[in-house]
Each structure stands twice: as structure tokens, then as C-alpha cells.
């Protein structure tokens, strides 16, 4: 039979796994569409520090190598998406300012 502490390993590795995975659509959803407002960069922002705080924390205090890297990579996928919400809302100010203004002209836009 396997210890508890084994079955809580196994159990955090699988949902860790499974999390990594979730961030796929999220993340190629950003980078097929021009629109990301229905995305909230403040929560993945939060999710961001959260999982980095975790990281450090599971490095210095707890000293395990394999949850801090873990979270170094939730850390990393959070860190992306809020990256392309602003990267492709600067794109959607940048083409709305171009269209209502007749002084861009089409080179700068």
C-alpha cells in the first residue's frame, strides 16, 4: 500500500500537470484573436505573483527543487498571458487611435 505522503505526491504532480496543460488554450485563444477583453489581466497578474511567491517559497522553506520548478513554470505561463493581454490591447489602442485620426499617416499605423 502507498504512504499518504506518496498518494499527495502523486495527487500534486497530476493536478500541476493537468494546470500546465489548462494554460494551453488560454494562451493560443490570445494569440489567434485581436480582442482580449474578456480576459482579466489582473487576475492572471494575481495568479502570476501567487505562483512565483509559492516558487520562492517552496525553494527556500520547504527546499523542494521539483514544487519550485513547478510553480516557476505556473509562474511562466501566468507571466505569458498577461504579457500578449497587453501586447494585443497596445495593437488595439494603436489601430484605434490610426483609424479616428486623419494625421497618421498609413506607414505609422
Known amino acids: 500500500m502507498k504512504s499518504p505522503e506518496m498518494i499527495i505526491f502523486v495527487a500534486f504532480a497530476v493536478a500541476n500537470v493537468c494546470r500546465l496543460l489548462a494554460y494551453i488554450p488560454q494562451i493560443s485563444i490570445l494569440l489567434r484573436q485581436n480582442?482580449?477583453?474578456a480576459v482579466s489581466s489582473a487576475t492572471w497578474l494575481l495568479?502570476?505573483?501567487s505562483n512565483g511567491v509559492t516558487a520562492v517559497y517552496a525553494a527556500w522553506i520547504v527546499g523542494d527543487a521539483?514544487?519550485?520548478t513547478t510553480f516557476i513554470a505556473n509562474t511562466i505561463c501566468?507571466?505569458?498571458i498577461v504579457a500578449l493581454v497587453y501586447y494585443k490591447r497596445q495593437q488595439m489602442r494603436r489601430k484605434y487611435r490610426c483609424s479616428r485620426s486623419a494625421d497618421f499617416q498609413e506607414s505609422s499605423c
Do not use: E, L, T
Open 66 to 68: 521539483v514544487m519550485a
Open 35 to 37: 480582442d482580449p477583453a
Open 78 to 80: 501566468c507571466v505569458m
Open 47 to 49: 495568479f502570476a505573483v
